[in-house]
């Protein structure tokens, strides 16, 4: 898979924020790239043990409607970078895009275990890295990593914006009755109502899209060197 724009990756503070006010300004921000119809979807997704420089990170490729296995590529990489809150793309983004290089067929769009624009910079990993790749890129995040929201209904496919102050970042999404919500969030080529309702298509049962569920599943397989089992929920970090 071909990767667009490069940037250099262990630089000082003010330097990533720099790169991140760059790319901002190149985000675009609807429906723009995305086949008609689509016919594959990505998760991607790393892990790493709490104070280890090891980062792993898989990409699983499924097919779309149906959401069954066609493609994953994987790469584990040694890491830098520290933990700065804001800049995890930069610490995590590297290592996925290795894994991404190694697809053999780029997928129509991407699922981002993380933030998309719902970010204090409004450039989070699936952002960053949508526009890098120039895909159409989708954030589902697991917890709040900015903005404000009113309460969301219970069924599924209930929703409720997601705002930083009066600008829309985008939105709380209940995909399981009974469950919490996730924040789903525009990352590159997307809108954010046609956003919600992939993610929503993606999600057969469980809280976490399928595609990031089949990626964290691999990536954990590969950290903890077994085979993945099909009985693991997604439960992976969201702020990103």
């Known amino acids: 898979m071909q990767r667009g724009e490069r940037h250099p990756w262990d630089v000082p503070y003010g330097e990533a924020v720099a790169i991140q006010d760059r790319l901002r300004e190149r985000l675009i921000l609807r429906d723009a790239g995305l086949p008609e119809p689509l016919r594959s979807v990505a998760g991607a997704d790393i892990s790493y043990d709490r104070g280890s420089d090891l980062f792993f990170a898989a990409v699983v490729v499924l097919t779309y409607p149906a959401l069954e296995p066609a493609e994953e590529a994987a790469h584990a990489a040694r890491v830098t970078f520290p933990y700065i809150p804001g800049l995890l793309s930069f610490r995590e983004g590297p290592t996925l895009l290795e894994a991404f290089a190694k697809l053999k ?112 599943r691999a990536v954990n397989a590969l950290r903890s060197n077994r085979p993945p089992s099909p009985s693991v929920d997604g439960l992976g970090r969201g702020n990103r």
């Open 105 to 216: 067929h780029p997928p129509d769009l991407i699922l981002f275990d993380g933030q998309g624009i719902a970010h204090p910079r409004g450039i989070g990993l699936a952002a960053h890295l949508g526009l890098l790749l120039d895909r159409p890129a989708i954030g589902c995040a697991k917890s709040r990593l900015t903005g404000t929201h009113a309460t969301v209904g219970e069924n599924r496919g209930d929703w409720t914006e997601l705002l930083d102050g009066e600008r829309r970042i985008g939105a709380v999404l209940r995909t399981r009755r009974g469950v919490r919500p996730i924040f789903v969030s525009q990352g590159h080529r997307v809108s954010l109502e046609r956003a919600l309702e992939l993610t929503l298509s993606c999600c057969r049962g469980y809280r976490i899209p399928e595609p990031i569920r089949w990626a964290h």
